[in-house]
């Protein structure tokens, strides 16, 4: 029989260090929010219930996304301070709220240590490697601002490269008019319905559509109305939110 020392069977103790440095832990991804008072239901990425993962918002207070569309200049330091605020208090990653911060793609993310992904416009490279070449992309826009490659390519495509087929909302539907005029109060039944009628008319028009992308994140909320009536893989900020975080922290 072998005798074991007393030494091995004495319960060794551990010291359990935590640190702190942070008003609050445990955000995987950070929100860079543009200042708006419009609904945002569950569904939008400006709803803390509509995501699986933990987020934490940052409001560039006085900047709209019409405002954004202008670039004014200083807007680049804005959203690098924002995001360097968001990296001190912990996230692993970042993201904005509008498609069209992709024009601050470079600038951001130089000035970070954690990855920042500024637009949905960063995955159509790669949902067209993903669909047949014949197929093309579907791009849901809220109005026509004017956007074109002059945008694309700071996202690193070109539409001259990759087939894509565009939507917009009529400046008088209300979904339009919710972000253009920041409207407080709407009727979601309204909403819903303009979107389906605008998916329906889009799906007729484009046979050969092969996904959609969500270029206004505010379509978030729909998603999976989009999807029902096109039966096309459907891609939002939504998603791309929960597919970063579940690499920056996998589980």
Request: with cysteine.
């Amino acid at each position: 029989m072998v005798e074991l020392d007393e030494e091995f069977l004495e319960e060794e103790e551990i010291e359990l260090i935590v640190k702190g440095g942070r008003p609050f832990y445990g955000a995987e991804i950070g929100i860079i929010m543009m200042d708006t008072v419009f609904p945002r239901t569950i569904g939008d990425l400006g709803n803390f219930q509509t995501f699986s993962v933990p987020v934490v918002y940052k409001v560039l207070n006085g900047i709209t996304a019409n405002e954004l569309n202008k670039n004014p200049e200083g807007f680049a330091r804005k959203f690098i301070e924002a995001a360097k605020e968001l990296e001190n208090e912990g996230v692993k990653a970042i993201t904005t709220c509008c498609g069209l911060a992709i024009k601050y793609q470079k600038e951001v993310k130089e000035a970070l240590n954690i990855p920042f992904f500024a637009s949905i416009y960063n995955l159509v490279p790669l949902i067209h490697s993903m669909i047949a070449s014949n197929k093309v992309i579907g791009i849901f826009h809220d109005i026509d601002r004017g956007t074109d490659d002059t945008t694309f390519n700071l996202a690193g495509w070109s539409q001259n490269d990759i087939p894509i087929a565009r939507t917009f909302m009529e400046p008088g539907a209300q979904y339009a008019r919710m972000i253009k005029e920041d409207l407080p109060e709407v009727d979601f039944k309204i909403l819903e319905e303009e979107v389906r009628q605008m998916t329906k008319k889009f799906v007729i028009g484009n046979p050969k559509l092969g996904a959609i992308l969500l270029a206004c994140t505010n379509y978030g909320q729909f998603s999976r109305l989009i999807q029902d009536i096109s039966h096309v893989p459907v891609f939002g900020m939504v998603q791309y939110v929960e597919f970063v975080a579940s690499v920056v922290s996998i589980k």
